[in-house]
């Protein structure tokens, strides 16, 4: 019988083994995900890093409760103790590489954040220029129209002044030969009276 307990027990501790070294090699890829975010984190591969990186706490959590699950199942001795001990090192590692990995996320998303409205004020920027660009042929299109408007009001204005004169002389030039032609119906009428007179005397 205690032969048969110290094969069981040697096979959970074979299992809790196992159970460790996959929580040590998903902390080893926790880390690396870590280091990866610090040097990579202003690219696109932030939020690949962070897929990757979730899928390895979700290991490692399966494996912390493996040992769990394993260290309820020893008998008390010092084994079981060794391994709780390990089991809990194991659970707190795992929340502080969680905290730390979420803190360099978070940096790296208010940083990508910021750089992100770096850009689009830039683009605000860029647009505005070209707009004040635009705006400000459009006004000085308008200036020059404005400018041939007034020429050509000037022009018009000249021109309606000597259509003007030129009627003033039309009507002036009517008037005399108007005065001519009576003053020539009234020496003819003077001159056929004159005529008459003589005829009839």
Same mark, same amino acid.
């Given at each position: ?120 004020? $830039?683009?605000? #920027?860029?647009?505005?220029?070209? /707009? ?7 006004? !000085? +299109?308008? =200036? ?33 030969? $108007?005065?001519? #032609?009576?003053?020539?119906?009234? /020496? ?7 005529? !008459? +007179?003589? =005829?009839?005397?």
């Amino acid at each position: 019988m205690q032969s048969l307990d110290i094969e069981n027990g040697s096979v959970m501790m074979t299992i809790f083994s196992s159970y460790e070294e996959d929580y040590l090699r998903c902390a080893r890829e926790i880390n690396s995900h870590i280091n990866s975010m610090q040097k990579n984190g202003q690219s696109n591969d932030a939020m690949l890093i962070f897929k990757a990186a979730s899928m390895t706490f979700k290991r490692a959590e399966g494996s912390i409760r493996g040992m769990e699950i394993e260290v309820r199942s020893m008998r008390g001795g010092p084994d079981k103790k060794s391994c709780f001990n390990k089991s809990q090192q194991y659970k707190n590692d795992l929340t502080a590489l969680r905290k730390t990995f979420n803190q360099i996320f978070r940096k790296v998303s208010k940083s990508e954040s910021g750089l992100s409205l770096i850009e689009d004020t $830039r683009e605000v #920027l860029s647009s505005t220029e070209e /707009i004040s660009r635009d705006v400000l042929n459009d006004l !000085l +299109y308008q =200036r020059q129209s404005l400018l041939r408007a007034n020429e050509n009001v000037n022009d018009i204005r000249d021109d309606t002044e000597e259509a003007r004169g030129i009627m003033k002389e039309i009507a002036l030039r009517g008037a005399r030969h $108007r005065f001519f #032609l009576y003053l020539i119906i009234i /020496i003819l009428l003077v001159a056929i009276g004159v005529v !008459l +007179y003589y =005829r009839l005397k």
